[in-house]
């Protein structure tokens, strides 16, 4: 069993979730039952309501209307989607070494199949992404697609992606943001013309519930064709969205569990649960910048998320898990599906240790865990 004020792991899927998530989810087994839009009955109509809750709730997080929200099982189905219904062959990307695999690698492949280009933004000396540095990439040719991790899941470093997005608007080029790091964090309304994100991270849902957000006037084309529960007899995918881009029977009990986690969420203090996430960070940084054998990794001091990533002279990222598990933490070890930024750093090899506290997690882990690593 993990330990609740020993979990250090929230970059990867926050934990414990509130009481109300674990209890709307079990509502769906227990007493509905069924999916939204597949019939007239009681349980469809629940249904109905609770997945226009999560509709709204994500809507209003993006700053668009509820129709242009589809759900699906993550940034991962997501990304993909969008890059096949965004590029087309011949076009030029700009993309970021933050990338996460759920864009790196459907990005390339793509490249590959469509003959184009990929252009690759480097971190600065601080370890954040310059706007200049965007802004030079978007000038040097013709660009159709700006694609843009919101900050970096390895380091926490936050892009300026409202500036890159206006940079990218102003180039003609198309914007597709993966903010799955910053959702429930950070205001995703920056301009960007496509917002893929996950749902089990700071937005406290169960796994396997992301969104795909486009911007009014943007219909991306069904990118997977089947069941939508739509009442017309049709042979062809319906192209009006979101149902273009919500294919196959709909994780609804996950959709309950999203739905209840931004209604608990509307009553706490957002902002201060992120600046006590942010302080806990700060205080694990400062121990660890005084042990002389642990490089952590560079990032931007200021508008950072809450999470640090580190190398040890002596111990493997892997040795330094096995380690901290026995002492009852948890933390994430290896690459974080981060090629180019590991690349960046150097880290290819073994990777680095990475430990994302939460609002909740109390100052006495922080000293803990840093004691643990300076003892090592």
Not at 47 to 61: D, P, W
Not at 152 to 169: E, F, I, M
């Amino acid at each position: 069993m993990m330990n609740a004020a020993r979990y250090l792991d929230h970059a990867a899927t926050s934990w414990p979730k509130p009481p109300e998530v674990p209890a709307a989810v079990s509502r769906w087994f227990t007493e509905v039952g069924v999916s939204a839009e597949r019939g007239e009955g009681p349980g469809q109509q629940v249904a109905h309501a609770e997945v226009a809750a999560a509709r709204e709730g994500i809507a209003g997080l993006c700053g668009v209307a509820a129709d242009r929200v589809a759900f699906c099982s993550g940034a991962t189905e997501g990304l993909n989607l969008a890059l096949r219904a965004l590029l087309r062959r011949g076009d030029r990307i700009v993309t970021t070494a933050f990338e996460h695999s759920s864009m790196a690698r459907p990005l390339l492949a793509l490249a590959r199949d469509r003959e184009c280009v990929v252009r690759i933004v480097a971190p600065g000396r601080d370890g954040g992404i310059a706007t200049a540095e965007l802004a030079a990439a978007l000038a040097e040719a013709p660009t159709a697609l700006l694609a843009l991790n919101h900050a970096s899941n390895v380091t926490g470093a936050v892009v300026d992606a409202a500036a890159g997005c206006a940079l990218a608007r102003a180039a003609g080029a198309r914007t597709l943001l993966d903010a799955s790091q910053t959702a429930g964090l950070l205001p995703l309304d920056v301009g960007a013309d496509v917002v893929v994100a996950s749902c089990h991270k700071a937005l406290l849902s169960p796994p396997a519930v992301g969104f795909v957000v486009a911007r009014s006037g943007l219909d991306l084309a069904p990118q997977k064709q089947g069941g939508t529960g739509s009442s017309r007899a049709l042979d062809t995918h319906p192209i009006e969205w979101p149902r273009a881009f919500e294919a196959g029977t709909p994780n609804t009990p996950g959709l309950f569990g999203l739905a209840a986690a931004l209604r608990w969420r509307r009553g706490v203090d957002a902002a201060g649960r992120l600046a006590a996430a942010r302080a806990r960070a700060q205080e694990l940084a400062t121990a660890l910048n005084a042990c002389p054998a642990v490089d952590v990794l560079a990032a931007p001091e200021t508008d950072r998320l809450p999470l640090i990533a580190f190398r040890h002279a002596g111990y493997e990222p892997a040795e330094i898990g096995a380690i901290a598990s026995m002492e009852g933490f948890t933390i994430r070890t290896g690459h974080h599906c981060a090629p180019w930024l590991h690349r960046h750093f150097g880290a290819e090899v073994s990777g680095v240790v990475r430990v994302s506290p939460g609002p909740d997690t109390p100052s006495e882990t922080i000293a803990a865990f840093a004691a643990l690593v300076a003892g090592l």
